[in-house]
C-alpha cells in the first residue's frame, strides 16, 4: 500500500511538535529541517523551524526561517508577530517597523498592532515617532486610556498640551473601566509632576495604585514563603564539584525595581566583549524546573552533581537566544534572581554578581509612581509593602554578602552618577573586564532598550533623580513609618 506524502509530512510535524514540547529541541529541529526540504512551501514549517532555532541560539537559521515563512504567507499574523520578535532580537529596526506596517494593514482599525509599534520605537530611542504615533491613536481613540499612560511615560507634558484636558475628561468618563481608570491616573500624575503641580500628583497615584491593588491583590505570605523556602534551600551549599561554565559568561546585575539596575547594566554592555541580555527570567525559571518550585525548592546540599549538571546544561541553552555569539559575557537583570545566588555561585564558576542600591526612598517613590506590567511586582500599590520588601532585599543581600567568597560585588546608584568615571571603571572590574573608555558612552550605543527606564538610558548619566523624595517627604509619610528606626544606607 502506497504511503501518502501529506500524512508523512504531517505525522513527522505532529512528531517534531511533540519533541519540542518534551525538551528535546535538537531532535525536533532535525525532523523540521527534513520536512523543509521535503515540503519547502509550506509556511508552518518554517515558522515552527524559527521558533526551535530560538530556543536553539540559531540566530540565522532564525532569521531565514521565518522570512521564508514570511514569503510563503504574509497574512498570518501569528507569522508576522514572530518575524517581529526574531528581527527585534537582531535588531533590525528597519524591517520590524516594515513587518509592524505588515500587521497593522490586515486590520487597520486594530489598536494593538499600532500601540505596539509605538512602544518598539520607544524602546528603539525613536521617541518622537512614537509619539506621533500614539497622539495619532488618540485622536481616533479617545477614550483608550492607556494609550495616555504609554505617551506620559516618556515625554515631559507641557502645561498647555491638551492631552491634559483630554485625560481629565476620560478620567470623570462614568463608563471607564478599572483597567482605564489605573492607567488614566498614572498619567494624570505623570502630567502634574512634569507641570509642577505637585500637590496634585499623589492624589492621582493613589486612584491608580488604590485601583491596581483591586485588579491584582497582593499575597504577602506567599511571598514571604518562597522567599523563605528558596533561601533555606541553599543553606551550607558549597561550590558544586566539576561544576561546569555557561558560554557565555553570565553577569547578574541585580536590584530592586527603580533602583538603577538598568544604568548598571546599560554601562557593563557597552564593553566590546559583553550583551546585555536585560531580564531574561531563565536562571530562576531554570532552577525551579530542576530544584523545585519556589518554597518547594529540595535542600541542595543533598541533590545529586547530575542535577547541578542538568541545571547547568538547562540555562547554558536558555541563554542562547538572548546571547551574541560574537561576545563571550552576558548580562542579565532580572529581579528575583538575587533568590537564588547562592546556587548560582555554587554551580556557575564564571559568573559575576554586582547588586545595585539605591536610597530607598527614591525607590519607593519611583515605585509608586510607576505602572509595571499586569500582575507583577504587586507589593508596588501600598507604600507600607513597599518598604517591608525592601528591607527583606537588603536582608537577603547582606547574607550573601557574608556568604559568598567572591565574584560579588555592590554599588550605590548616588555614587554612580556623583562620580561615573571612578564608580564605572569599579564596575568593570567586579564583571571580570578590562576597562574600555566607550563604558562612559553607553548612552550612544543603541540597541532597544525594554525597561521604565527607557529614555533615561538615552542620556548621559545625570543627578537630577537623586534625593527626589524630598519633594514628596509628606506623602511618603506611610512608607517611613514602615521602615521605622532601619538606618537608610
Not at 262 to 279: A, D, M, P, W
Request: hydrophobic content about 40%.
Amino acid at each position: 500500500m502506497q504511503t501518502n506524502p501529506l500524512q508523512t509530512v504531517k505525522s513527522t510535524y505532529d512528531k517534531a511538535l511533540t519533541l519540542a514540547r518534551q525538551g528535546d529541541v535538537v531532535q525536533a529541529a532535525s525532523l523540521l529541517d527534513g520536512l523543509a526540504l521535503t515540503a519547502p512551501s509550506l509556511p508552518e514549517i518554517h515558522f515552527q523551524r524559527a521558533r526551535l532555532a530560538a530556543r536553539l541560539g540559531d540566530q540565522d537559521n532564525r532569521l531565514s526561517s521565518i522570512d521564508r515563512a514570511v514569503s510563503l504567507r504574509a497574512t498570518e499574523p501569528a507569522i508576522l508577530t514572530e518575524a517581529i520578535a526574531a528581527h527585534s532580537a537582531a535588531g533590525h529596526h528597519d524591517t520590524v517597523l516594515d513587518l509592524y506596517n505588515q500587521l497593522i494593514a490586515l486590520d487597520p482599525k486594530a489598536i494593538k498592532p499600532q500601540a505596539e509599534k509605538a512602544l518598539y520605537l520607544q524602546t528603539a530611542g525613536r521617541f518622537e515617532e512614537s509619539e506621533r504615533l500614539l497622539r495619532k491613536l488618540q485622536k481616533k481613540h479617545p477614550h483608550d486610556a492607556e494609550l495616555y499612560r504609554m505617551l506620559a511615560t516618556t515625554i515631559r507634558i507641557a502645561p498647555n498640551d491638551p492631552m491634559i484636558g483630554a485625560m481629565r475628561r476620560l478620567a470623570s468618563h462614568p463608563r471607564l473601566s478599572a483597567l482605564g481608570r489605573m492607567h488614566i491616573n498614572f498619567a494624570l500624575a505623570k502630567a502634574m509632576e512634569d507641570t509642577e503641580n505637585t500637590a496634585k500628583v499623589f492624589p492621582h497615584l493613589h486612584l491608580a495604585n488604590k485601583t491596581q491593588a483591586e485588579l491584582f491583590p497582593d499575597d504577602p505570605a506567599s511571598r514571604a514563603t518562597e522567599r523563605e523556602g528558596v533561601l533555606a534551600a541553599q543553606r551550607n551549599l558549597n561550590i558544586v564539584p566539576a561544576a561546569k561554565a555557561t558560554d557565555p559568561a553570565l553577569i547578574f546585575v541585580t536590584g530592586l525595581p527603580r533602583s538603577g539596575t538598568t544604568l548598571v547594566e546599560q554601562i557593563i554592555g557597552s564593553h566590546s566583549k559583553v550583551h546585555t541580555g536585560g531580564e531574561m527570567a531563565t536562571a530562576l525559571r531554570t532552577a525551579y524546573s530542576v530544584f523545585g518550585q519556589g518554597a518547594e525548592m529540595r535542600r541542595l546540599t543533598e541533590e545529586p552533581a547530575d542535577s547541578f549538571h542538568t541545571f547547568t546544561q538547562r540555562l547554558d541553552s536558555a541563554l542562547h537566544s538572548f546571547a551574541d555569539p560574537a561576545k563571550p559575557y552576558l548580562t542579565d537583570k532580572s529581579i528575583m534572581v538575587f533568590l537564588i545566588y547562592g546556587l548560582l555561585h555554587a554551580a556557575l564558576p564564571n559568573a559575576r554578581f554586582i547588586v545595585v542600591h539605591r536610597d530607598p526612598r527614591d525607590i519607593a517613590l519611583s515605585i509608586y509612581k510607576n505602572h509595571f506590567n499586569a500582575g507583577t511586582h504587586r507589593y508596588a500599590n501600598d507604600l507600607a509593602t513597599i518598604a517591608e520588601v525592601i528591607k527583606s532585599f537588603r536582608q537577603i543581600i547582606s547574607h550573601w554578602r557574608d556568604t559568598l567568597p567572591d565574584r560579588f560585588a555592590e554599588v550605590r546608584y548616588e555614587d554612580l552618577v556623583a562620580d561615573p568615571e571612578t564608580q564605572s571603571k569599579r564596575l568593570i572590574a567586579s564583571a571580570g573586564l578590562d576597562w574600555e573608555d566607550q563604558c562612559l558612552n553607553f548612552h550612544q550605543k543603541g540597541g532597544t532598550v525594554k525597561t521604565l527606564s527607557l529614555h533615561q538610558v538615552r542620556q548621559p548619566i545625570y543627578q537630577s533623580s537623586a534625593a527626589a523624595w524630598r519633594r514628596y517627604e509628606t506623602e511618603l509619610q506611610p512608607f517611613i513609618d514602615a521602615w521605622g528606626d532601619t538606618p537608610w544606607d
